[in-house]
């Protein structure tokens, strides 16, 4: 069974500054990817997501995720954080062999972005 | 259009007690998931209902839990004989078919079971 790890609960980071949130899965063979952001009050939004292809994938609000088999990860990246990203962050993913829509997520990194 | 909308919002019940909550999809999408999100870990896929087919349940944690999806649109998720473990919030989405087709997320409905 696929299972996805988020190693960091909560990340705090000055606005403007870089931002990366670490996401591993496990699963036997080319996962489906996925960021989420939930933000304060607010339904579940997808970033972006990894199917096949190119290994390194852009999504909304200046956000990009690189696939690495290899390490088996799909860390989340921008370049420089607002203060509009202080939000909860899912990695999740989901089997080729199922509906696409049916993920495991990991437990979430909540980010705190500071003046 | 209107979104993924969700009721109640909230839902505060006594722990033995039935409830059963309720999504409306957007319009048109053939596809719903129900997700539940526990304090502090991430969200736990429950059932998914894709057109005419018969759903995926394999998610539901006990017999407790069960799900319908009227004429292909509304879903409604009950729980029996509610337990403190069930305090969660509950969320559904919808989607097109394909994998083209993002998950679109609902506010969720908050429920406590004292």
């Given at each position: ?115 | ?17 039935d409830v059963e909550l ?42 407790r839990f ?11 998720l009950t729980i029996q004989r509610t337990?403190?473990?069930d ?24 429920l406590?079971?004292?």
């Amino acid at each position: 069974a696929q299972s996805v790890t988020q190693p960091d609960i909560h990340i705090t980071v000055s606005e403007g500054a870089s931002l990366e949130l670490r996401c591993n899965y496990s699963y036997g063979a080319t996962p489906y990817l996925f960021w989420y952001v939930q933000s304060p009050g607010q339904g579940l939004q997808l970033l972006l997501k990894y199917f096949s292809g190119d290994t390194l994938v852009q999504g909304i609000k200046g956000f990009e995720a690189e696939f690495k088999r290899s390490q088996s990860s799909f860390n989340l990246r921008k370049p420089s954080v607002h203060w509009s990203d202080a939000a909860e962050y899912f990695c999740a993913v989901g089997a080729e062999t199922d509906s696409w829509g049916k993920l495991q997520f990991g437990a979430g990194t909540q980010v705190v972005v500071t003046p | 259009g209107a979104g993924v909308s969700q009721s109640p919002s909230n839902k505060v019940t006594e722990k033995g007690k039935d409830v059963e909550l309720r999504c409306d999809p957007i319009s048109g999408h053939t596809a719903l998931y129900w997700y539940r999100q526990s304090l502090g870990q991430g969200l736990e896929f429950l059932i998914y209902f894709q057109g005419n087919s018969a759903p995926d349940k394999s998610g539901l944690p006990s017999d407790r839990f069960s799900a319908e999806r009227t004429g292909g649109s509304v879903s409604t998720l009950t729980i029996q004989r509610t337990q403190q473990e069930d305090s969660a919030v509950y969320l559904c989405a919808s989607s097109y078919t394909g994998s083209n087709s993002p998950l679109h997320f609902g506010n969720g409905t908050r429920l406590t079971v004292t």
